[in-house]
């Protein structure tokens, strides 16, 4: 699995094939049968070790430019404790560790702390004497990266779509990037995984917006 990450393959294959949602819509936080509870409880992905699907699943991290391997588990990890504390015990010593904050005399179980993250709320785990954040989630069952990048797209469209329609709107993009201004330009919107895009369409040249900050 290392070997295709660091190669650049196609890694779609190795996820499941039962997601139909990314998230929990409208009031429906206890079904998550058919969305991904764990990228966005916990920001990970679940891969099968084969295209045609393993009882095995390795969770792992992305972001641009790395991969996290977190653990070996089944579907089973979900609930069962050994992800949540498998999470917890990596973010020691991270930004989701609650600095200053002292645990609970009696924590919770992970059999409680499943059962709020499944109805949308966020929890916090004990390592030791630290305390660090758990799942990550709102009330609708997003994550609040998720949440907070929508924002970011959102208000980059407002504040550009006044603009698309003046004359001279994009030149210094295409002459920073050394590229001819076109005489009637049109521009598009677009998304390209997660990150926004401003494309011009009679040349096809697309300008990055907004990007996924992961």
Same mark, same amino acid.
């Given at each position: 699995?290392?070997?295709?990450?660091? %190669?650049?393959?196609?890694?779609? =294959?190795?996820?499941?094939?039962?997601?139909?949602?990314?998230? *929990?819509?409208?009031?429906?936080?206890?079904?998550?049968?058919?969305?991904?509870? +764990?990228?966005?409880?916990?920001?990970?992905?679940?891969?099968?070790?084969?295209?045609?699907?393993?009882?095995?699943?390795?969770?792992?991290?992305?972001?641009?430019?790395?991969?996290?391997?977190?653990?070996?588990?089944?579907?089973?990890?979900?609930?069962?404790?050994?992800?949540?504390?498998? *999470?917890?015990?990596?973010? *020691?010593? !991270?930004?989701?560790?609650?600095?200053?904050?002292?645990?609970?005399?009696?924590?919770? %179980?992970?059999?409680?702390?499943?059962?709020?993250?499944?109805?949308?709320?966020?929890?916090?785990?004990?390592?030791?004497?630290?305390?660090?954040?758990?799942?990550?989630?709102?009330?609708?069952? !997003?994550?609040?990266?998720?949440?907070?990048?929508?924002?970011?797209?959102?208000?980059?469209?407002?504040?550009?779509?006044?603009?698309?329609?003046? =004359?001279?709107?994009? #030149?210094?993009?295409?002459?920073?990037?050394?590229?001819?201004?076109?005489?009637?330009?049109?521009?598009?919107?677009?998304?390209?995984?997660?990150?926004?895009?401003?494309?011009? %369409? %009679?040349?096809? +040249?697309?300008? =990055?917006? *907004?990007?996924? #900050?992961?």
């Amino acid at each position: 699995m290392a070997a295709e990450i660091e %190669t650049g393959n196609d890694m779609r =294959p190795y996820l499941s094939d039962q997601l139909n949602y990314g998230y *929990v819509r409208a009031k429906d936080q206890t079904l998550w049968g058919n969305k991904d509870y +764990v990228l966005n409880a916990y920001e990970m992905h679940h891969l099968h070790l084969s295209p045609s699907g393993t009882k095995e699943l390795l969770y792992v991290s992305f972001s641009r430019v790395d991969a996290f391997f977190l653990m070996v588990g089944d579907h089973k990890s979900f609930d069962d404790g050994t992800l949540a504390q498998a *999470v917890a015990d990596a973010r *020691v010593g !991270t930004s989701y560790e609650l600095k200053g904050i002292l645990g609970s005399r009696q924590p919770e %179980t992970m059999s409680e702390h499943n059962r709020r993250q499944r109805r949308g709320l966020s929890t916090a785990f004990q390592v030791g004497d630290q305390v660090v954040m758990g799942a990550l989630l709102s009330s609708a069952g !997003t994550s609040p990266l998720h949440t907070m990048h929508a924002d970011r797209i959102t208000e980059a469209m407002q504040q550009l779509d006044v603009q698309i329609d003046e =004359p001279q709107f994009g #030149r210094d993009w295409f002459e920073q990037n050394g590229k001819s201004y076109p005489a009637t330009p049109t521009f598009k919107w677009a998304i390209q995984y997660c990150d926004l895009y401003l494309v011009e %369409t %009679t040349t096809s +040249v697309g300008f =990055p917006i *907004v990007k996924w #900050r992961r």
